[in-house]
């Protein structure tokens, strides 16, 4: 049981560059989130997804694009890669039951734009 | 929009003391969640509190859910340096599950 899988785990980009992150996870988890984290700024909901085929903005969506067309996978884009959007970007995924909801996290993609 | 505020940002102690972090949320919460991040690290869930004035413990970890659900704290007794990382609060209080974490406190301690 792997839990939740970032792909890559690093990366550096030149401004305007493109890429696409990738989220998976074998837990049959239906929410998904992804998050970037900046030095002093906490964990900032960037995108997130209810299920299969659904997404929905967060709390800084600006400059990304999610999709999430299988229920294990949420891939994040970045269509032109910006000097701001270097950070730490962490995917999580929750099943909620029992009242509980309780997050489990990736490991992290830490990524560069020159 | 919901504000989750976290205070101190750092705390450093020596083993063997006390540390405590604060959380105070604009907006009343249906639950709050505490988090831990070793540094290099990924956060990993801790609990969650529901009810109002809820106490839980583990082990040397005591956390509180106000009376107002609007603030808690976690604190921890006799730090050890396995305690060493950063811990989040964060607020359930909206739709769809989503969480708004607080920034975090550092917690550094000395051997």
């Known amino acids: 049981n792997a839990g939740v899988t970032q792909t890559p785990k690093f990366r550096v980009l030149k401004t305007g560059q493109s890429m696409t992150l990738l989220c998976a996870q074998d837990?049959?988890?239906?929410?998904m989130y992804w998050y970037r984290q900046d030095p002093g700024m906490g964990l900032r909901l960037i995108h997130y997804?209810?299920?299969?085929?659904?997404?929905a903005k967060g709390e800084v969506p600006d400059g990304y694009n999610v999709s999430r067309l299988k229920k294990q996978n949420f891939l994040l884009g970045l269509e032109s890669a910006a000097p701001s959007q270097t950070s730490v970007y962490f995917c999580?995924?929750?099943?909620?039951?029992?009242?509980?909801?309780?997050?489990?996290f990736g490991a992290g993609t830490r990524l560069s734009v020159l | 929009g919901q504000q989750v505020m976290q205070i101190p940002q750092y705390q450093h102690v020596q083993e063997g003391e006390d540390f405590t972090t604060y959380c105070n949320s604009s907006?009343?919460?249906?639950?709050i969640q505490w988090y831990k991040q070793r540094p290099g690290g990924h956060p990993v869930f801790l609990i969650q509190l529901v009810k109002s004035g809820e106490v839980k413990k583990q082990k040397r970890l005591t956390f509180q859910f106000g009376e107002a659900k609007k603030n808690s704290s976690l604190h921890i007794t006799a730090t050890q340096t396995t305690d060493v990382g950063t811990y989040f609060c964060a607020g359930g209080g909206g739709s769809n599950y989503k969480l708004t974490f607080g920034k975090g406190t550092l917690l550094t301690v000395n051997p």
């Open positions: 837990m049959n988890h239906e929410y």
């Open positions: 997804s209810v299920g299969e085929g659904t997404t």
């Open positions: 999580a995924s929750t099943l909620v039951s029992g009242g509980q909801n309780i997050q489990y």
């Open positions: 907006t009343t919460l249906s639950n």
